[in-house]
């Protein structure tokens, strides 16, 4: 017998997630019922109900997103990563991108790069991120989110909910010219 | 004899003069734990003041510490202490990495003191106990990589060489003295050239002892392993990752999915590397496309840094293109081991791009930096490229420079970004060809032999923040406000401090970080927030004096300070805390002797408290304050329309300064209204006849 079918569905289901988790991936209720597994879907819920009350597996949490709800363990992947990560799974790039520089503006607080959402996980081609910022800079929910260009010539982004312009322009200044070396 | 714990036990001393080698023992000099520590007590000692850099009196010692060769995280720095031509002649420090420094402790050697000067060009070979002093007349000349290619070609492929090139040969007051191809320490090359010195070539076989048992060592490096984070000890990956609750895209933890060693073969790729996975550790950082952008990520062979250096800071590169021009197509190198060879490109690259990023933007980087590295030139923190740039954009040069001289440099080449210009720069200024290789004399020299204008002095595009000394910011009030500033005051030369900038740069949320502050310095009040300062608090004397004394105490030790102190930690379970308290483990474990945290960090506090004392007597005055501790203009006039304090800006205000200088003083048992120190602040570190020979020379404050 292979060692996974020797434990509990609630732990084969469990190990699934975090091990998903682990490399960004979320798992569906639908891929519960896919193989290796074979769970009806009443049955994977019923279970992952029966988790939620079991102190083994806190760390299996639900994050919904526009299309969908998703599974992930915040013990291999952290909260901050799951909100992004639902957007980058949805290809909401617009609520993606305002998002990120609201959390950057907020949290750090910081400018975010431009250049920033061509790499992992966002990977925007140039051509649909340019796109995205014009999406942000023509909605009327995402007034808040502002575009500086540095003496360098390099983009960043803040909200102004959170950064005063001058400090944010202040942080661009700091970042691409006076901390360059 | 009791066998040394940590140390080795011997001290070598070179007299070129009388071509005399002698051994001395280190517990003569182990109050002052090695390395920075040893070579302030030697030049305190024996150079008398008033000796200037090139006079054979001047020594230059070259220091090691008892973590040196432990395999200790980080532990191969060499400290190398002399008076600094470029900055009037006071004491001052230059540190390379690579694997000279545990090789030396190999051969079993806590320092060398080379005193004197050789009637003709020599190199030193030292192999175990058998120490020569060999003739370098076919070496002298040579530039750096074959110079030490022909030491290695007589010493064997194992030996570690420390070598000058033609600058330092020639006395240039801005030449390096290096190692491992790119391994540099800046300011002390033309010392090694005024005593006829060419190279140390150093092999060894024997071992380093500790007070520990070898499992604690390695019990206590998993720890250390488990805290560690990636260059800079920044502790956040550059872009979101699943493991992480926060990123920053300034961290120097690089890797991601899809990001290679790319001309690796196969290539390699960097990967998530979590911070549990200790086999990817030295795959965190990608410093090629760190410092060059992503243009490098293709070109990047592998990462290469220090001996028993986990984290692997300098990219090797290979660009073929670099072969047209003369040089070899294989560069290593990092941070402004690469910035300021990329600068001296005024004008930009061949393909009109300026700054980094393009592909002419990297060959001309690579051209630069092999030439810089083989002349053996430096750089005073990029401070020369500010210099070159400044005199060419205003006409100086046109000015200063005899028309024959001139008409004979191919302006047409630097305007057109030709990476040819360069030959021509580096041999002009190694050479000490005509006016224009007054460049290398030092930015304070130069600047007052060409007249530049007051705003060099006063406007933060030339970033020269201390201008009687001549050197540059390094990390200064744009990094923790007046931490940083306090921090580029105390030393005689850029500061060589990350203490600071490590912790800010960290990539964690303000907030975490002033909780960590909170912890280490008293009040989160340490910390401000960037373009957000507030005035001057004694939580931010804590945090600067916390950052110089565990800066000194590195390069004492040694351990490397691109990393070191671990204040922060990946890990979210411990509050991103680090551990304050590993460099104190370490140092009871390796030599034996048991100290605390606070007992460390005393000891250090006594060696930097005698640079201080140093440069009190080089001086001539106890006025470090106004003499000394000098801030140029524009730290305090940029923004003119903005106050300072107000957010916004990393504008300081002036009278505050002043504040954060006695509250700095005080921390340091430092006399409050002079900056010197006093009798009852020698006295308690244990350095009475300090004090006594101050105040025989009338140099003891009131
Ligand atoms: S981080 Fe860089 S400089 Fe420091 S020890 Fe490692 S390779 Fe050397």
Request: overall charge negative; some cysteine.
């Amino acid at each position: 017998m292979a060692k996974d079918q020797a434990l509990t569905p609630k732990a084969r289901i469990a190990q699934r997630i975090r091990s998903q988790s682990t490399h960004g991936q979320f798992v569906t209720v639908k891929e519960l019922t896919e193989a290796p597994f074979t769970f009806t879907e009443e049955a994977a819920l019923a279970n992952l109900e029966a988790m939620a009350a079991d102190e083994k597996y806190m760390d299996i949490q639900w994050i919904s997103g526009q299309k969908a709800k998703y599974l992930y363990s915040n013990q291999t992947m952290t909260d901050n990563y799951a909100r992004l990560h639902v957007h980058v799974k949805e290809q909401n790039l617009v609520a993606m991108v305002a998002e990120a520089v609201r959390h950057d503006s907020s949290v750090y607080p910081r400018v975010t790069s431009v250049k920033a959402f061509r790499y992992s996980p966002y990977n925007l081609e140039q051509e649909l991120l340019d796109d995205v910022l014009k999406k942000i800079q023509e909605s009327d929910e995402f007034q808040d989110i502002q575009v500086i260009t540095a003496s360098t010539g390099a983009k960043y982004l803040y909200s102004n909910q959170f950064l005063e312009p001058r400090r944010a322009n202040a942080l661009v200044e700091l970042r691409e010219v006076v901390d360059d070396e | 004899m009791a066998t040394s714990k940590g140390w080795s036990g011997k001290i070598l001393r070179v007299n070129l003069t009388t071509e005399t080698i002698t051994t001395e023992d280190t517990a003569k000099y182990t109050d002052f734990i090695g390395g920075m520590g040893f070579g302030y007590k030697v030049m305190w000692d024996e150079v008398p003041e008033g000796t200037k850099s090139y006079d054979p009196e001047n020594k230059i010692i070259f220091g090691v510490g008892p973590f040196t060769g432990t395999g200790i995280p980080c532990s191969s720095r060499t400290n190398i202490t002399s008076l600094m031509p470029t900055h009037n002649h006071l004491i001052g420090d230059s540190h390379m990495g690579g694997h000279f420094a545990a090789e030396l402790k190999y051969a079993g050697w806590d320092s060398i003191i080379v005193e004197g000067k050789a009637s003709s060009p020599v190199w030193l070979r030292i192999e175990n106990d058998s120490v020569t002093i060999e003739d370098a007349s076919r070496i002298w000349g040579q530039g750096t990589v074959q110079s030490t290619a022909d030491v290695c070609s007589i010493m064997g492929a194992e030996a570690h060489v420390a070598a000058i090139g033609p600058a330092g040969e020639n006395m240039v007051n801005q030449a390096i003295i290096i190692t491992g191809g790119s391994h540099s320490a800046g300011g002390h090359g033309g010392v090694m050239g005024s005593k006829n010195l060419k190279a140390i070539g150093v092999k060894g076989t024997l071992p380093v002892y500790m007070g520990g048992t070898k499992e604690a060592l390695i019990d206590l490096d998993r720890h250390a392993m488990s805290i560690i984070g990636s260059n800079n000890q920044h502790v956040v990956p550059s872009t979101p990752m699943p493991w992480a609750e926060y990123h920053h895209n300034r961290s120097r933890w690089t890797a991601r999915p899809g990001l290679f060693w790319g001309n690796a073969n196969p290539p390699v790729e960097t990967g998530e590397c979590p911070p549990e996975d200790m086999n990817s550790v030295g795959l965190r950082c990608q410093k090629g496309v760190f410092d060059h952008g992503d243009i490098a990520e293709d070109y990047t062979t592998r990462m290469g840094g220090c001996q028993s250096c986990p984290i692997r800071c300098h990219s090797q590169l290979e660009v073929p293109e670099a072969e047209e021009y003369g040089v070899s197509r294989f560069a290593a190198n990092t941070c402004v081991g690469w910035s300021f060879p990329r600068s001296i490109m005024l004008k930009g690259y061949k393909d009109g791009s300026t700054g980094r990023g393009t592909k002419e933007a990297l060959i001309a980087t690579v051209v630069s930096s092999n030439l810089a590295d083989d002349w053996g030139l430096w750089c005073n923190y990029n401070q020369i490229s500010r210099d070159f740039r400044y005199a060419y954009d205003n006409g100086i040069l046109e000015k200063v420079l005899p028309a024959e001289e001139y008409n004979s440099i191919p302006w047409d080449l630097l305007e057109a970004g030709d990476p040819n210009f360069l030959h021509e720069f580096y041999r002009r200024v190694s050479t000490k060809e005509g006016e224009f290789s007054h460049l290398g004399d030092g930015s304070f020299s130069v600047s007052k032999r060409w007249n530049f204008g007051d705003d060099y002095y006063s406007a933060a595009t030339w970033r020269l923040f201390n201008p009687v000394l001549g050197f540059p910011q390094h990390h200064s009030s744009e990094t923790a406000g007046q931490v940083g500033a306090l921090i580029n005051l105390m030393f005689n030369r850029d500061a060589q401090c990350h203490s600071h900038v490590n912790f800010t740069g960290s990539g964690l949320p303000i907030e975490v970080q002033k909780e960590i502050a909170g912890e280490i310095w008293g009040s989160p009040d340490a910390l401000d927030a960037p373009a957000d300062y507030t005035r001057m608090n004694p939580y931010k004397a804590n945090f600067a004096k916390y950052s110089i004394v565990r800066n000194v105490l590195h390069d004492s030790l040694t351990l490397c300070n691109w990393m070191w102190p671990l204040q922060v930690s990946p890990h979210k379970e411990r509050n991103y805390l680090g551990d304050t308290a590993l460099e104190a483990k370490f140092f009871s474990l390796i030599t034996g002797i048991e100290k605390t945290e606070a007992e460390l960090d005393l000891d250090a506090e006594r060696i930097f408290t005698l640079h201080r004392a140093l440069t009190v007597k080089q001086m001539g005055t106890t006025d470090m304050r106004n003499k000394h501790d000098v801030i140029a203009d524009y730290v305090f006039d940029r923004d003119p329309d903005v106050e300072p304090f107000t957010s916004g800006t990393i504008k300081m205000e002036r009278e505050d300064m002043e504040v954060a200088k006695t509250m700095f003083y005080e921390a340091m048992g430092w006399d409050a209204d002079t900056g010197a120190p006093t009798r009852a602040c020698l006295e308690r570190l244990g350095m009475g006849y300090v004090a006594d020979e101050l105040e025989a020379k009338g140099l003891l404050p009131a």
